[in-house]
């Protein structure tokens, strides 16, 4: 059973800088490296918000544009790890990040995706 | 972006009832539709993948329909432990963004 592990959250002053990380494990007879991830991010009491997603080989990347130009998503596959940059942080990005492991399940030419796996979330606090 | 819109933003029903959520995306994403549960506490939970197909493992009163722009997650028989919070997703563009969510109470 895939297990994701996410670290690096915690109280920092606005402005400042975090990286969170995701360790992926429990891969049995595919990889880390098959598989799209995603951060998503939940404000206590609030709904969910997709954050950032990075494709298994890194050359599709997407952010929200709450987030873009500040956050940068990478994976090291060697590594099973997934990470999440986050640059000039603000009050609003006071969240629980979650990792995700994007599932893709086709039949006949249509492909679907979905979170399958989920970590069980860092808390990022900002606040001066 | 493809926004995705919810309604309610919250339900009360009973046990026994049929609930009924819908999710309204602002262009057409075929059937890239996902459905999730939530419950306080836990993360989220697939239900409901390509707008009709049941997850594995899921109960089979659960079922969701659409395709286009317009999509409904139906719950029959409502059951207690089924409260929670219940989003949809569009996995149409590689920017997979949630609805607000549809707080269901017991």
């Known amino acids: 059973e895939v297990n994701l592990v996410e670290s690096g959250g915690g109280l920092v002053q606005p402005g400042r800088s975090l990286r969170l990380s995701c360790a992926a494990s429990?891969?049995?007879?595919?990889?880390?490296?098959?598989?799209?991830m995603h951060w998503v991010r939940q404000a206590p009491g609030k709904g969910l918000e997709w954050v950032s997603g990075i494709s298994w080989d890194s050359n599709d990347i997407g952010y929200a544009d709450s987030v873009k130009g500040r956050f940068t998503v990478s994976r090291d596959n060697a590594k099973n790890s997934l990470y999440l940059q986050m640059n000039s942080l603000r009050t609003e990005d006071t969240a629980f990040y979650y990792c995700?492991?994007?599932?893709?399940?086709?039949?006949?030419?249509?492909?679907?995706?979905?979170?399958?796996?989920w970590g069980q979330g860092t808390l990022v606090t900002v606040s001066s | 972006d493809i926004q995705l819109t919810q309604s309610p933003s919250s339900l009360s029903a009973s046990v026994g009832d049929s609930v009924t959520i819908s999710c309204r995306a602002s262009?057409?994403?075929?059937?890239?539709l996902n459905w999730y549960q939530q419950k306080p506490g836990k993360v989220p939970k697939v239900l409901i993948y390509?707008?009709?197909s049941l997850q594995s493992g899921v109960p089979s009163r659960f079922s969701g329909s659409g395709s286009g722009t317009d999509f409904t997650l139906t719950i029959n028989n409502l059951q207690p432990e089924d409260f929670g919070t219940y989003y949809c997703?569009?996995?149409?563009?590689?920017?997979?963004?949630f609805g607000g969510g549809t707080k269901v109470e017991i």
């Open positions: 997703q569009q996995t149409f563009s590689f920017r997979p963004l």
């Open positions: 262009q057409s994403i075929a059937t890239y």
């Open positions: 390509a707008a009709s």
């Open positions: 995700a492991k994007d599932v893709e399940h086709c039949s006949g030419v249509v492909c679907s995706n979905w979170f399958d796996t």
């Open positions: 429990g891969f049995t007879f595919d990889s880390f490296g098959d598989y799209a």
